[in-house]
């Protein structure tokens, strides 16, 4: 193949997979209301969210609007012809956040097998947003799928569990897992999240041991977006879902999420003129197809785990995990002996290598100065309005930076030098993260292997390049297109060292053709400049993309006052805030501080706390009993007591700590009670010492006094987010 046709051909390729990837994203056109009984239908879900969650109304735990969405959606069920229990407990976090939960669990009349597949969402929100997404759109996949699988009978019986609490500290699922009967019953959960308002709807969390989930991924999935490599991140991060619960518990399970716009997460904005018809219809599809499945086969089984990918959303491939160190490493000798056979030159590999490394480098480098450009007039925002120009900047930074290394450096390696030192990296990239990340170690293996086949089978350059930069393509663009989404604007210069990767596939072929040099590197510089510009143009935020800020009444028993955690010309001139950020917390680490105004004071009648019990004998030991005298629904403790040894709320002690506790300075401890305006709290200490305390109490909203200032924020393209406002009582004090 002629050098000319092959670039043709390999940019019409990139061109292609890129092109499907965005066409594939947003997930299958929704379903009508008369779709066949058997299928997912989108508009029959949504009615029944609608019905279920009775519009844009928040519901976090403790709420009217809370137990009135429990009992539609019992009603719902029921309606279905659902056996139906209210599965009512006092849970705690191993982080000691409590709450009283209400769990809702539909079962087939009289079918009490065992082994049962569950499947599970949750009804709660955030006090910020009414959970159109998150989670009702999980109610909406679960609620429809009952439907679809009323009379339809499995090898395991499919148990509906709609949890409380999750929002809290994932509370309904501790309480699920607490009970005997559950633990015995269940044998995997299917569990479906959201952490934005559209996009695909990711498999994107695992049970360890998961091979055997794979087949069942690979075969059953109708359109998948799933890799091992979001399992084995996932494992890495502080995020947890309710399957967090579930594996903890010893259940073998799978997650779906999506991600898009997570702009909307946890805000005012995921209601239902933002929710994505197209993504419910993926989860609907996703779930049913998996339950289908999951529910024929034996959910008892053991196995290692597995590398798996989906291929452009059209189908999963997989093999055990064991397989991938064996493969990167003949990779390897496969690329010496082609080395060998093309009889290239030690030095021209060294180059090779040389400029792989040093296209990421500098690509890296490069980025972050582009990615700092079009940012400034962003104010540090991790999501936008408008995020395109600027994940635009990091493609083609990505593309260039590798093409101009490459160009540099043919002239001394060659072509062949070159290919061979970049497919040597790409297979060594393969060998460590067969060893450091398993499950990622398609994204350097795929790559790997088609470059040592071709380079091998000596099909020349041009195949070389295309087959490569195809194969790398396939396992990176879909990172290169969901990781703003995951992390927001911060990642995005690792969004083009991952370009840089696939670059490096074709640059030595495009380096060998001096009449491309300047037009191709003068248009895509130009092209990462226009992206720069275009993002400094267009609004940071606008009225469905706004800022998040929150505003708090806090009233210490010393100085009242406003509190925020973002300052904007409006805010300030309604309370005047000091533009210093203020320590008011000194129990946090790191300190946490605050813009703060002052605020009148309201005569808020104050957080108490009564000694019930203080028994010295032996260290000591307190029975404390919190209540808010104004029923605000939630209730907190915060203690320094360096002796600490135990500690039980309601009589509930804890669940253990499976991950590094943080956000407490040394000696302190924390108790948080939601959706209840009263506790009573036995604590443990080793010695006879005294307690520094702080009682807590606090409301959702600001109280009247504050309309001017949440006026002020809104009308400043902002909106509160996750806690949202909040009226607080704090009153310290020694015990």
């Not at 499907?20 to 947003?26: C, E, N, Y």
């Not at 695909?200 to 360890?208: K, V, W, Y």
């Not at 091992?228 to 999420?257: H, M």
């Not at 309309?707 to 809104?714: E, F, G, P, Q, S």
Request: aromatic share 8%.
């Amino acid at each position: 193949m002629k050098r000319g046709g092959a670039t043709a051909l390999l940019f019409a390729m990139l061109a292609a997979i890129l092109g499907v990837l965005l066409l594939r994203m947003p997930g299958p056109a929704p379903l009508p209301e008369s779709a066949p009984p058997s299928s997912f239908s989108a508009a029959r879900a949504i009615a029944f969210e609608r019905e279920i969650l009775g519009g844009d109304v928040p519901h976090p735990v403790g709420t009217a609007a809370h137990d009135a969405v429990r009992e539609r959606l019992a009603a719902r069920f029921r309606a279905l012809g659902y056996d139906v229990t209210i599965q009512r407990s006092f849970a705690c976090s191993p982080f000691v956040t409590c709450a009283p939960v209400a769990n809702v669990i539909a079962r087939v009349p009289g079918d009490a097998r065992p082994d049962a597949l569950v499947l599970a969402a949750h009804y709660d929100s955030v006090p910020a947003g009414p959970g159109v997404t998150d989670d009702g759109i999980g109610i909406a996949a679960l609620v429809e799928t009952a439907r679809a699988l009323r009379n339809e009978h499995f090898r395991n019986p499919i148990v509906y569990l709609i949890t409380d609490g999750e929002e809290v500290a994932l509370l309904g699922a501790e309480g699920f897992v607490a009970d005997p009967a559950s633990l015995r019953g269940t044998a995997a959960v299917i569990n479906v999240e959201a952490r934005g308002t559209d996009g695909p709807s990711f498999l994107f969390e695992t049970s360890r041991g998961n091979a055997w989930i794979a087949r069942a991924i690979a075969r059953s999935l109708p359109r998948p977006a799933t890799s091992s490599f979001y399992y084995d991140i996932y494992e890495l991060l502080p995020n947890d879902t309710d399957l967090t619960v579930f594996k903890r518990a010893g259940f073998a399970g799978i997650g779906f999420g999506n991600i898009g716009r997570p702009i909307h997460y946890h805000t005012p904005l995921d209601n239902f003129a933002n929710a994505s018809p197209s993504t419910l219809q993926h989860h609907g599809d996703h779930v049913l197809a998996m339950a289908r499945a999951l529910a024929a086969t034996n959910l008892r089984q053991t196995s290692g785990n597995a590398v798996w990918f989906d291929v452009l959303s059209f189908f999963v491939i997989s093999w055990p995990q064991y397989f991938s160190l064996g493969l990167a490493i003949a990779g390897v000798v496969v690329l010496l002996i082609a080395a060998f056979n093309l009889k290239t030159r030690a030095r021209a590999i060294t180059i090779g290598v040389g400029s792989f490394f040093l296209s990421l480098v500098a690509t890296l480098l490069v980025a972050l100065g582009g990615n700092r450009l079009s940012g400034l007039r962003v104010g540090g925002a991790v999501w936008v309005a408008h995020p395109g120009p600027a994940i635009a900047v990091a493609w083609f930074i990505g593309a260039v930076v590798t093409i101009f290394v490459a160009q540099r450096l043919v002239a001394r390696a060659g072509v062949d030098g070159l290919f061979l030192g970049q497919a040597l990296c790409w297979s060594a990239i393969a060998v460590a993260l067969s060893i450091v990340l398993p499950g990622g170690s398609y994204l350097a293996l795929v790559p790997a292997l088609a470059c040592a086949l071709c380079l091998i089978w000596r099909v020349g350059d041009g195949v070389v390049a295309v087959v490569c930069s195809s194969a790398a393509a396939i396992v990176l663009f879909p990172l290169g297109l969901a990781l703003y989404d995951a992390l927001g604007r911060p990642i995005l210069p690792f969004v083009a060292v991952l370009i840089a990767l696939v670059t490096t596939t074709f640059a030595p072929l495009l380096a060998s053709m001096p009449g491309l040099r300047r037009p191709l590197n003068a248009s895509l510089a130009a092209a990462a400049i226009a992206c720069i510009a275009m993002a400094l143009i267009v609004p940071a935020h606008e009225a469905n993309s706004p800022r998040h800020i929150n505003l708090e009444y806090t009233d210490d028993g010393v100085a009242p006052r406003w509190q925020t955690d973002a300052l904007l010309p409006a805010i300030q001139r309604a309370a005047h805030f000091n533009p210093t950020p203020q320590p008011v917390y000194e129990w946090s680490v790191p300190p946490f501080r605050a813009l703060v105004a002052p605020a009148p004071p309201l005569g808020l009648p104050p957080a108490e706390l009564n000694i019930v019990r203080d028994d010295r004998s032996g260290g000591r030991h307190l029975t404390l009993h919190l209540r808010s005298a104004r029923n605000a629904p939630r209730i907190g403790f915060l203690f320094r007591a360096p002796s600490f040894a135990a500690l039980r709320v309601n009589g509930i002690t804890p669940p253990p700590m499976t991950r590094p506790r943080g956000g407490l300075a040394p000696g302190w401890h924390r108790v948080s009670v939601r959706g209840a305006s009263e506790a009573t709290v036995e604590i443990d200490l080793t010695r006879d010492e005294p307690i520094d305390a702080v009682v807590v109490d606090s409301s959702y909203g600001l109280p009247p006094a504050g309309a001017a200032l949440a006026h002020a924020r809104d009308a400043s393209l902002a909106i509160p987010v996750q806690e949202g406002d909040l009226t607080t009582t704090m009153r310290r004090m020694r015990l």
